[in-house]
């Protein structure tokens, strides 16, 4: 008997019931937000740094699926790549012997990674820190692991446990017995590690809630701190990893920082199948996989699958070949400078930060006091609506999906792919110029869509 499976014709039929089933049988809140604030598109098909509705009209990403589509959507030699891996039909995932491809992505991946020797593949970027967790434990023998306040790594347990945002964390304890420690503080994590049962500090080198970095040499000086009391360094590179600011990794920004472990995921899927790597020093593995006895201590069941590695390697071959970790530094100093110069003109523009193509915009208090009474408005409603009424314009006026970099938070986030150029500045300039515009004129569409979120917040209190 033979089985017949038609995708094409199963998406004809029932692909316009894509909110009614999401709301039916997954996360029912999310339809629910998208139709409040008018994210309820209907994408047809993507490429590149681009999505088609069904009327042919394009949309820039702006947001690359959270920063996973590093190389945008569907290029064509991760595509391929994929494709040959499918039609090799190889004896993938048998347990008991060792396939070619994952030691070839560790070799390559390694070759971007000075100081570091060994990896892990997992399955996702919370995967990979929460192996980074594990091995600090295991290899200093020490339990608590500090973070910084406002980090992000994930919502599984353990990495819930260094996540640094109460909203993640409330209703989900107890959890891991870690420590939050501001973020450029070295006082703070100076006296936790006097303690002596810390394993590791966790770090992201740029923080992704808001787009913070750490002053300027904070990372060498904590990597001394670590050191001198046996404790470990982690960067999460989940997000900054594999180009997105304009290095191979963002720790690599500053002079002398060799962190002990280092998280990778997002890009390095290409878009298409979920990964995550733990780099690590020779001696961590070691120590963990320290006899045969011990040979499946950590594991994934699908970690090292022949498709993840297929899409690895020619994530990295790309980036080698299209000089994308050079376009993102130079298309992301374009962009960053064309925006700071707009803080002058307006007065509700607060700041622009960031490297490369990781852009952090904030929104602050007015001097007016038209503008200001509306701002008060907005701010006693809930924190963050005034980002959320520049985000909505953007997509419905000018087609450009961005995202709110956090909860109770006036910054937009900027993570387009990292094949962006100066074309797609251009758009998203004088798309946001003209909402810009329009904010500052007191009245208009953006403030009487103010109304609806203001309503939205009340009626969630």
Request: net charge neutral; glycine share 10%; aromatic share 8%.
């Amino acid at each position: 008997m033979t089985t017949e499976f038609d995708l094409g014709r199963l998406l004809a039929e029932r692909g316009a019931e894509r909110y009614e089933l999401h709301g039916r049988y997954l996360n029912h809140q999310l339809p629910r937000m998208l139709h409040t604030i008018g994210f309820d598109k209907v994408y047809e098909r993507g490429e590149g740094a681009y999505f088609w509705d069904a009327d042919g009209n394009d949309y820039l990403d702006m947001l690359a699926g959270f920063g996973v589509m590093g190389l945008g959507r569907h290029h064509p030699v991760v595509r391929k790549a994929l494709h040959d891996v499918l039609d090799a039909q190889l004896a993938d995932l048998t347990r008991f012997d060792c396939q070619p491809l994952p030691g070839l992505l560790a070799e390559k991946l390694l070759a971007h990674s000075p100081h570091l020797d060994r990896v892990f593949f997992g399955n996702s970027g919370t995967e990979a820190v929460e192996t980074a967790l594990k091995f600090a434990r295991y290899a200093t023998g020490k339990p608590r692991v500090l973070y910084c306040d406002h980090a992000f790594h994930g919502l599984t347990t353990g990495s819930l446990s260094v996540n640094g945002e109460s909203g993640f964390r409330d209703g989900f304890a107890p959890l891991l017995p870690d420590t939050a420690v501001p973020l450029g503080d070295l006082d703070a994590l100076a006296r936790e590690l006097k303690k002596g049962d810390v394993a590791a500090l966790v770090v992201e080198p740029i923080q992704g809630k808001g787009v913070h970095e750490p002053p300027p040499g904070y990372l060498r000086a904590a990597q001394e701190l670590l050191r001198k009391h046996k404790a470990l360094l982690i960067a999460d590179e989940v997000q900054t990893g594999l180009g997105r600011t304009g290095d191979f990794y963002a720790y690599q920004h500053e002079d002398g920082v060799e962190p002990d472990l280092v998280c990778v995921a997002k890009a390095l899927s290409g878009g298409y199948v979920p990964v995550g790597a733990t780099l690590g020093k020779d001696w961590i593995f070691k120590k963990v996989y320290s006899s045969m006895d011990r040979v499946l201590v950590h594991s994934a069941s699908f970690g090292s699958n022949a498709q993840a590695m297929a899409a690895g390697l020619a994530v990295l071959s790309v980036m080698e070949n299209e000089q994308i970790v050079a376009n993102a530094r130079v298309t992301g100093d374009l962009l960053r400078s064309r925006l700071t110069a707009l803080i002058d003109k307006y007065e509700l523009l607060a700041d622009v930060r960031g490297r490369g193509l990781m852009i952090g915009i904030e929104f602050g208090r007015p001097k007016s006091l038209k503008l200001r009474s509306r701002w008060t408005m907005l701010q006693a409603a809930r924190k963050g609506l005034f980002a959320q009424m520049v985000v909505v314009p953007l997509l419905q006026r000018h087609r450009i999906l961005t995202q709110v970099s956090g909860d109770h938070l006036e910054v937009i986030k900027l993570i387009p792919p990292l094949v962006v150029g100066e074309k797609e500045v251009d758009r998203f300039v004088d798309a946001f110029t003209d909402v810009m515009d329009d904010a500052h004129s007191g009245s208009g569409l953006m403030w009487d869509f103010s109304k609806t979120l203001v309503k939205q917040a009340v009626a969630n209190r």
